[in-house]
Structures are given as C-alpha cells and as structure tokens.
C-alpha cells in the first residue's frame, strides 16, 4: 500500500508562487508515475501534472503550461510541484497521487491508485 503526503499549500497572493511537496512511503517510489491534481471549490478533480518513473517525461494541463514545474527527486522519495505566478483561478485543493508500476502516464484521475489527502492552495487578488 502507498501513502502519500502532500506539504506546502497555503494563502498567497496573484504572482506569487509556491512548491508543494508529496512524500510517497510504503512501496517503491522510484517504480511509479507521480502525478498532481487540483479541485477548485464546487468543481470536478482536474489533472494538473505528471511525471513518469524514469524522469524522462512530464505533461501539463494547458492551464498551468509555462507556470507550474513538476520535479522528482527518486533518492529523497519526494515529488514537487513548483507553482510560479498563482492565478486566482489555482485556487483548490491540490492532491498527489501515484500510479501502479507498468502504467502509461495519464490526465485521467480513474487512471491513478493512490492519492494523498491534499493540501489547501488559495491564491487572493
């Protein structure tokens, strides 16, 4: 079983930026595809970032493309995701989440096992 802990949200405000951090345990952490997922207030959970085991590929919603940075670091067992300029509209709950070894990388939230159980993330005006 993995447990994932996420770590760093918090109230800032537009422009500023944020690293949240995910600290996977119980399982091999190198083996698995990480990935960061947001739901703002009222709304469905949304794929924002994913890293795959080898380090080699990552992808991004459209919405954070140019702003957000997903990193690993496989010796420290931990996945960050750097936030720079914060809309508004990044304001949500924002939650890691892992998948299975052998999975393709995936936007779809049905396609990742398991999920920490997110940090807060509100940006101001």
Not at 21 to 36: D, I, K, V, Y
Not at 48 to 72: H, L, N, P
Request: proline share 5%; net charge negative; glycine share 10%.
């Amino acid at each position: 079983q993995v447990r994932l802990e996420e770590s760093g949200g918090g109230l800032v405000q537009a422009g500023d930026s944020l690293r949240l951090s995910c600290a996977p345990s119980g399982e091999t952490f190198s083996t698995r595809n990480m990935g960061w997922f947001r739901q703002p207030p009222g709304k469905e959970r949304e794929f924002v970032a994913s890293i795959d085991w080898t380090d080699t590929e990552t992808q991004y919603a459209d919405s954070v493309k140019g702003r957000f940075i997903i990193s690993r670091d496989n010796a420290d067992n931990t996945v960050y995701l750097q936030m720079n300029n914060l809309k508004i509209e990044d304001t949500a709950r924002y939650y890691c989440a892992s998948q299975r070894p052998g999975i393709p990388l995936s936007g779809r939230p049905h396609e990742w096992n398991f999920w920490g159980q997110g940090t807060q993330v509100t940006v101001s005006s």
